[in-house]
C-alpha cells in the first residue's frame, strides 16, 4: 500500500502476504475491502467538489453521484460484514444509535470478545 498524489494505490499490491497462500474468501475479502476504501474516497471527492461547485446544477450532479457512491459504499461493507462476524457484532452496537460514541465502541468491542 503507498500512496501516489492524494489517491491511495492499492492494486496488486493490496496483498501483505503472498497471494498463493491466501485462501480465495480472503482474497475476496482484500478485494472488497480495496473496494470500500475506493468508494469512501468516491464519497470524499464529491463531498470537496460539491463544497468548492459555485454551478447549481453541476453540484446537483455531484449530489446525485455522490449518492450512487453511499449506496457502493454500504453494499460492500454488508459484505464484508456477512464474511466476518465479530466486525458486524461490534458495528451492531455503534451504527444507528444515540449516545456517545466512544463509549457504544467499547461496548461493542466487549460483545465481540
Ligand atoms: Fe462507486
Same mark, same amino acid.
Given at each position: 500500500? $503507498?500512496?501516489?498524489?492524494?489517491?491511495?494505490? &492499492?492494486?496488486?499490491?493490496? $496483498? /501483505?502476504?503472498?497471494?498463493?497462500?491466501?485462501?480465495?474468501?480472503?482474497?475476496?475479502? @482484500?478485494? &472488497?475491502?480495496?473496494?470500500?476504501?475506493?468508494?469512501? !474516497? @468516491?464519497?470524499?471527492? $464529491?463531498?470537496?467538489?460539491?463544497?468548492?461547485?459555485?454551478?447549481?446544477?453541476?453540484?446537483?450532479?455531484?449530489?446525485? @453521484?455522490?449518492?450512487?457512491?453511499?449506496? /457502493?459504499?454500504?453494499?460492500?461493507?454488508? #459484505?464484508?460484514?456477512?464474511?466476518?462476524?465479530?466486525?458486524?457484532?461490534?458495528?451492531?452496537?455503534?451504527? #444507528?444509535?444515540?449516545?456517545?460514541?466512544?463509549?457504544?465502541? !467499547?461496548?461493542?468491542?466487549?460483545? @465481540?470478545?
Amino acid at each position: 500500500m $503507498y500512496l501516489i498524489g492524494q489517491t491511495l494505490n &492499492m492494486g496488486f499490491d493490496q $496483498y /501483505h502476504e503472498p497471494p498463493k497462500e491466501l485462501s480465495e474468501e480472503t482474497r475476496t475479502i @482484500a478485494r &472488497m475491502l480495496v473496494s470500500l476504501i475506493e468508494e469512501a !474516497e @468516491a464519497i470524499n471527492w $464529491y463531498e470537496q467538489r460539491m463544497s468548492v461547485e459555485k454551478d447549481p446544477q453541476a453540484k446537483a450532479i455531484m449530489e446525485n @453521484a455522490q449518492q450512487e457512491e453511499f449506496k /457502493h459504499f454500504g453494499m460492500d461493507l454488508e #459484505f464484508l460484514l456477512r464474511k466476518k462476524e465479530k466486525w458486524r457484532t461490534t458495528l451492531k452496537e455503534i451504527l #444507528f444509535k444515540e449516545g456517545d460514541i466512544v463509549k457504544l465502541g !467499547e461496548k461493542g468491542e466487549q460483545k @465481540a470478545d
